[in-house]
């Protein structure tokens, strides 16, 4: 076996893990220097999980298993995610697991699960947040779906590791106009899925406009820990693979040296960071739209990636082949 | 080599015997006996299809069974597939069946408990695994019939019970007939055209046919079958007659039934006929991806469990059919490889959708015993009354939503491979359809999630809202064993589907893709062969048990001194503790869809005010009605129904009561037929 592989993975889910609070932080950061405040730093979500920890665990009346385990399933699939993801070598032990269907299987699950817990409280709040996040995700999936078409086409392979070493080879696959439209369905996409303005506000707290916070409104001490923590790894994890997809510059593609994989992390680091803080800095200029307006959104999202197949097929020939 | 004939005989003995077990039994012995039987014909035919799978062949020829005719059986593995998913389904709905009937604390009458539903169901249960292996046209046609009607009595079975079952019983009664009509001419036409009805002869004898006559040929069947597959647009009779059955039939109708459907199609279509143009594949895809995204679009605005769970057959349905005319369309380009993994895709889903939708309407007949209650908005708190229950329905839940690790995925993950792989075939068309095709499936899989979270939230979670729901037992074990099995089933097919992967190479060959071997791998992973992809479904399970177990130990770590969990309050806003009429029912749960998808369904809503006497301000009443009717059923069949009404009323005036009269017609027709006569000749 590779020991230099092993190693990528062990270093790529320890900086997911201990990163994503981090970027988190940053975004917070960003947000408040651009809104003129101070800020309560980056280092605020590791407070923030440390002290809801030292809380003691608490069960709502009425509720049952599934709210229990969803906190747990949410962050056990973004974990797996962050195994599977190729953000720093494309050489993996898991390389040939890395299929991009699963992936979005995977984000999947963690929405159902949460969006299961939601009604298990049986409160409007639940019932109404899980109602809208389970709406946006049945219309997000088909754009994340027809994104990944695109992108498989020129690596004629759903598997990740393949398309990102193809992409990093090739790099003329991403300016082609097949790749540019991917990349706006899939970051659309991406904003949906992680919750993220304009289609739904992570810091709000306002009935009328709640989608995940609505949700999880029941969670507290550990439990709201663990979900928010699943929620921040689902962001830098997506983050990543952005990234990875369409910026793959840097990520090891040989499993030989270990420069190679810490010159990537330093990279894939660097890249999530930029990316959150422009996401941040565009989050405060945004509102956020109307609940019955992200369809129109995401709809607008489907067509951008159902052209990128149409243009990759149509336009394959030079890029492609 | 003898084990097939000697299943069959098993099975038809047995399900022979269980007619006239079912009429003359008392009551306390009938459904021990009968379900035993019919568990029997279940084993016994799905031992025939699993040794079909397994390599082996058999074909027979009775010439004296039927008159003229003779009957003609053939097994090979296309049938032993059907037969073996129709055996497990059957076999595992017959041990729920005997708890169902036999067992404590139901809920209202049971037609199914009854003499004549219980004389019909072995026979039911045998037709679902005698139609694949017959080999001509007459015995595939008698065995449909014979299906068709038995299924008919038993959708009838409650019709005491409540007037909508014999409207829903006149409904499948009408649009299965015409399915057959179509059927007996298309195989009529087609025996013709072919110069003999064995399935050999057919298959021989079709080279010879014109392309119109094919052509005619494949659309009159495929109508035909979609149909039976409840497929739109000829889908009426589905959420209408799987609703209004005992749960019961209503697995076996959703989970063997409609598959036949399937197998028709692919025996005409691909082995029989021996493929076709594009236009017939194209037109099959078209029925496929509107029946899966329209089905699964109703499912998500249905209150009703069962019919929720009618609309998401016809929704699995077409995605197998968009699988089975994608494997067409690459047939008739020439890319056998695809082909023949776009076929083994829908096959797959085939098994799935079985294992899985017998499952759920086993939960929802358990749910629906112990309530009497389908309505979700007044269902829910299921799961602390009913934690059996409720479990086997998440494992089907799973398997439904197409998420890892359930059954499901593994299929439409081989369909979506073999939709996203086939753009490697050159041709506009090709470069068209499939993106619209993956679209489709994508669509419909993220809907699907919505609308099981949606059965499995509101109807088995949080309060009980309603009294029926609040004194809900749990089911009799027998009925918790039936569906324990479908959900082994359901697990061993999302875990290790590579065991399959031999048995459906021999399928897909036998369907006319020869030299192909689309799913390889040895049980662990799924390989596929042809075009670079794996999938590991164990895999993923263990590594999300691996990261569960690691987030439970790193949180135990973390709040090892506080391990001891407190119940608390719900936040109620300061307003006093929220009430079960204040949680999401699944109406105000598909209320957003509703809305996003407002231009298709067309949903009908009413608000009347009653304003109080004294002043128009002051409220006293408000009444709302939503109603999200099937607006396909009503285009297209309410102006054929008001065309005939029409037709009938004003043949009406024909019927004057005069002796006169009807002798003058009588007269005029004689006359008539000799003027013909004498001008024609």
């Known amino acids: 076996m590779n020991p230099v592989g092993y190693a990528a993975i062990v270093l790529q889910v320890g900086t997911v893990v201990a990163g994503a609070p981090l970027l988190t932080g940053l975004m917070r950061q960003t947000r408040a220097r651009l809104e003129g405040r101070a800020g309560a730093g980056v280092l605020q979500p590791w407070r923030d999980v440390r002290k809801l920890l030292r809380k003691e665990p608490i069960t709502p009346v009425g509720t049952g298993p599934a709210f229990r385990w969803a906190p747990l399933v949410l962050v056990a699939t973004s974990l797996v995610l962050a195994v599977l993801v190729p953000l720093i070598s494309t050489e993996s032990p898991v390389r040939g697991r890395a299929d991009l269907i699963v992936v979005v299987a995977l984000l999947a699950l963690g929405t159902v699960a949460l969006a299961l817990a939601g009604l298990d409280t049986g409160t409007a709040f639940g019932g109404m947040g899980a109602s809208r996040e389970m709406t946006i995700a049945a219309l997000v999936e088909p754009t994340i779906l027809m994104a990944v078409f695109a992108l498989s086409i020129p690596a004629g392979s759903t598997n990740l590791p393949v398309i990102v070493a193809g992409a990093a080879d090739e790099p003329a696959r991403l300016t082609s106009p097949a790749g540019l439209l991917a990349i706006a369905a899939l970051s659309v996409a991406v904003l949906a899925e992680t919750g993220r303005l304009p289609v739904d506000n992570p810091s709000t707290h306002l009935e009328l406009t709640m989608v995940h916070e609505a949700m999880v409104l029941e969670y507290a001490g550990p439990d709201l820990a663990l979900v928010e923590f699943g929620a921040q790894l689902r962001l830098t994890v997506l983050l990543g693979l952005l990234a990875s997809l369409f910026a793959p510059w840097g990520i090891a593609t040989s499993a030989s040296s270990l420069a190679a994989v810490l010159l990537a992390l330093l990279l894939v680091v660097l890249k999530v960071a930029v990316l959150g803080t422009v996401l941040a800095a565009a989050e405060v200029f945004w509102a956020k739209l109307r609940l019955f307006r992200v369809p129109e959104l995401l709809a607008g999202s489907f067509l951008l990636a159902l052209l990128a197949v149409t243009a990759s097929y149509f336009l394959g020939g030079e890029g492609g082949q | 080599m003898s084990l097939i004939p000697a299943a ?16 003359v039994l008392p009551q306390r012995v009938r459904g021990w006996v009968v379900g035993v039987l019919t568990a029997g014909v279940g084993v016994a035919g799905g031992t025939a299809g699993v040794a079909a799978l397994g390599g082996s062949g058999w074909s027979a020829e009775v010439p004296g069974l039927l008159p003229l005719a003779g009957t003609y059986l053939a097994v090979d593995a296309l049938s032993g597939l059907f037969m073996a998913v129709a055996g497990a389904v059957v076999a595992a709905v017959a041990v729920y069946g005997i708890g169902y009937v036999t067992g404590h604390g139901s809920h209202g009458s049971h037609g199914l408990g009854s003499r004549g539903a219980q004389a019909v169901l072995p026979l039911f249960a045998l037709s679902l695994l005698l139609v694949p292996a017959a080999a001509s046209v007459s015995t595939f046609l008698l065995l449909w019939e014979l299906m068709a009607l038995t299924s008919l009595l038993l959708v009838l079975a409650e019709h005491r019970a409540r007037p909508a079952v014999r409207q829903a019983g006149v409904w499948y009664a009408v649009m299965t007939h015409l399915g057959l009509v179509l059927l007996l001419a298309g195989l009529m036409v087609y025996a013709a055209q072919a110069g003999g009805e064995t399935f050999a002869a057919l298959r021989a004898g079709t080279t010879g046919i014109s392309p119109t006559m094919r052509g005619l040929v494949f659309v009159l069947t495929a109508v035909a079958f979609t149909s039976k597959a409840g497929l739109v647009p000829l889908h009426a009779w589905l959420p209408r007659a799987h609703p209004e059955a005992p749960s019961v039939v209503s697995a076996l109708m959703s989970a063997a039934m409609v598959n036949l459907g399937i197998y028709g199609l692919v025996r ?57 005319g994608a494997a067409g369309l690459f047939a008739h380009v020439g890319n056998e490889a695809l082909a023949g993994l776009a076929l083994a895709a829908a096959l797959l889903h085939v098994v799935n959708h079985a294992a899985f939708k017998a499952l759920l309407f086993g939960a929802a007949g358990s749910v629906l015993r112990a309530t009497g209650e389908r309505n979700l908005d007044l269902l829910g708190g299921l799961r602390a009354r009913m934690p059996f229950t409720a479990g086997l329905f998440a494992v089907g839940a799973l398997g439904a939503v197409a998420l890892p690790p359930g059954n499901g995925f593994i299929s439409e993950w081989l369909l979506l491979q073999s939709m996203i792989h086939g753009l490697e075939v050159p041709g506009v068309t090709t470069a068209i359809v499939l993106p619209l095709a993956v679209a489709v499936i994508a669509l419909s899989a993220g809907l699907a999630a919505a609308v099981f979270v949606k059965a499995l939230g509101v109807g088995f979670f949080a309060q009980p809202r309603g009294e029926q729901a609040a004194a809900a037992k749990e089911s009799p074990l027998l009925m918790l064993v039936g569906m324990g099995l479908l959900a082994a089933l359901c697990a061993a097919l999302a875990l290790v589907p590579g065991l399959l992967g031999e048995g459906l190479d021999r399928t897909v060959a036998a369907a006319g893709h020869t030299g192909t071997r689309p799913v390889a791998g040895g049980g662990l992973r799924v390989r596929l062969e042809e075009v670079s992809a794996t999938l590991s479904p164990l895999w993923v399970l263990a590594a999300l048990v691996v990261a569960l177990g690691a987030v439970m130990g790193t949180v135990g770590w973390a709040t090892r001194r506080r391990q001891r969990r407190t119940q608390a309050r719900l936040w109620d806003c300061g307003g006093g503790a929220p009430t079960p009429r204040m949680a999401y029912t699944a109406t105000s749960f598909a209320e957003p869809l509703q809305r996003v998808f407002d231009d298709m369904l067309a949903p009908e809503q009413d608000v009347d005010v009653t304003p109080v006497r004294e002043s128009a301000y002051l ?63």
């Open chain 2, 8 to 23: 069959l005989a098993t099975a038809t003995a047995l399900g022979v015997a269980g007619a006239p077990a079912g009429l």
């Open chain 2, 268 to 324: 005409v279509g691909s082995d029989l006929l021996g493929g076709g143009p594009a236009w017939w594949w194209l037109l099959v895809m078209a029925m496929g991806g509107l029946s899966a995204v329209y089905g699964i679009l109703q499912a998500a605005m249905a209150s009703d469990l069962k019919r929720l769970l009618a609309y998401s057959t016809s929704e699995n349905m077409g995605l197998v059919v968009l699988g089975v």
């Open chain 2, 619 to 681: 409220v006293e009443r408000v009444e709302f009605r939503n109603r999200v009717p099937d607006r396909i059923e009503h285009r297209l069949y309410q102006p054929v129904l008001d065309l005939l009404a029409a037709a009938g009323q004003s043949a009406r005036r024909l019927a004057g009561g005069s002796v006169h009269t009807y002798l003058g017609y009588g007269f005029v027709g004689l006359i008539t037929l000799l003027v013909v006569l004498v001008v024609g000749w």
